[in-house]
């Protein structure tokens, strides 16, 4: 049995914590600056967003779907709620007339010919991240990596120099080669990263137990969506994420590697915004690939 099932009632993910006056989780004591930017970053309609992640090269160089970003993701703006990039990215490719938000990889330091790809530091100052009017930054801890302690730190100076301006930070919860990817870590990971600050956490999907990862997690989860799956498969995993209680998704390689990213964009709307069935959204991407 999984042990989400045998310890699942302690979770209590029926009965959602409460945020009074705002409609994020864990958000509603934060101040104007920072609230607007998070009011930004997800609907408040639906209290969820569509994150566009696009970041994957500043680790794996121009990966497969993103070798032109000018082509391949600038005509996907319309379609998210907001995009997850590099500042080399923004500065040399996005449009500055975008109205879209921007969440901002800020670490860096390590790369695919690395054994180990968690050896991070902070690679973007604050400071750069106002100047480019982001709406977020982002940064990735490995829970039981070798270098969890530098990971953490650099977490929480970018939380500290964050709160200073207003700025909301992303964790991310890397999974290194060898780790288990199951309820129980994700819980573990989750939770951390929201204890020390985090203002929401990026985290990927488990089939077993996903909703006590969300509800043990006191600030907002959104889903990565982990290497291209057939189209059904991927909706169904956003699908699964936000009934579970996620708050929508930072999806990447699901989207841009899809022989129909405008068309997959859109279903994963359809799923995350409107909580359009698996099959009906699969249905709707099918529909508006053929007439792309
Ligand atoms: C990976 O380098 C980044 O953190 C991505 O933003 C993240 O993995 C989400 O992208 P994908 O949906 O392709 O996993």
Redesign the pocket.
Known sequence: MPEADKEGERYQAGTPQAAPGFFLKGSHQFDWGLKNRLARTFNPQSGRTVML?V??GY??GPTAGLERIDLSIVPLLPSCDAL?CTRGILRSVIPAESQKPMVLRASGGANILREDMSDEEIAMDMEDAVRLNACGV?I?VYIGGEFETRNVHNMTRLVDQGLRVGMPVMG?TAVGKNMKRDAQYFRLSCRILAELGATYV?TYFVEDGFETVTSSCPVPIVM???KKLPELEALTMAYNAVQQGAAGV?????IFQSDAPKAMIAAVNAVVHQGLKPNEAHHLFRSLKTNK
Do not use: W
């Not at 930072?250 to 699901?254: L, T, Y």
């Open positions: 992640a970041d994957h680790i794996t997850f982002g990735q991310i990026k990565a969506g982990g930072d999806m990447g390689r699901n």
